[in-house]
């Protein structure tokens, strides 16, 4: 993939080290050199945040875009192509996005002072009735992990498998290209050397080289419980 540019985005409360392994396999494995997008995630509202990004993007006047998103960094993604229809051509990864909502973040944020806590983004995109569909042109592969090993099982029962932050169930964005899961907690994603590998060949590919992926099902909304 010679001359593709990728921007990394990162979830709430982190920051760009947490990516490290995953960008230092990207570039061993794929020769991917990720820039990272730094964000207030807190006290930025979205439209402050995607404004920033297509600013960022365009300082580095891409040939071809990849993009990989985190947590709530790929709803920053989702929401960013949204408002600006980036001209360069390229894909998108999400690694434990939580497209259709997030239990553990509505029942976080009913602690006392918590709602504060999660931030503006949070609370604009996961705290109130949001309906989601994956429009862009740009393929979109959505990696979930299964193992639950977040701090949100600590406060939401899940029906199925999770990865301990947001449900499977939660990351299955209508319209994406590919979806699979991996041996992974929510954090964990960005350790995991498979979401790595996972990653690299849908930027490169257009999709999963496991035969596990499963398609989005059809469009639903992304309601809180």
């Known amino acids: 993939m010679p001359g593709a540019t990728v921007v ?5 409360w982190s920051s760009h080290a947490d990516s490290f392994l995953l960008r230092r396999r990207l570039a061993r494995d794929f020769g991917l050199e990720a820039h990272v997008f730094r964000y207030p995630s807190v006290r930025a509202s979205m439209p402050e945040v995607t404004e920033r990004l297509a600013e960022f993007v365009r300082a580095l006047r891409p040939k071809t875009l990849h993009l990989i998103g985190h947590s709530l960094g790929g709803l920053v993604i989702y929401r960013c192509l949204e408002r600006f229809p980036l001209e360069s051509p390229g894909r998108v990864v999400f690694l434990g996005t939580p497209a259709l909502g997030c239990r553990a973040a509505v029942e976080f944020a009913r602690l006392p002072l918590a709602r504060a806590l999660v931030g503006r983004c949070v609370r604009e995109e996961l705290l109130v009735e949001r309906e989601r569909r994956w429009r862009s042109d740009r393929p979109l592969g959505i990696i979930a992990g299964n193992r639950a090993l977040g701090f949100g099982r600590l406060i939401v029962r899940y029906d199925g498998e999770s990865d301990g932050t947001i449900a499977v169930s939660e990351t299955r964005m209508p319209g994406a290209t590919d979806h699979i899961t991996v041996a992974a907690g929510h954090m964990g994603l960005l350790v995991s050397e498979e979401a790595a590998r996972q990653t690299g060949f849908f ?16 469009f639903t909304s992304a309601r809180s419980p």
């Open 8 to 12: 990394y985005v990162h979830g709430l």
């Open 203 to 218: 930027l490169r590919d257009g999709h999963f080289s496991v035969s596990r992926a499963d398609p989005a099902p059809p």
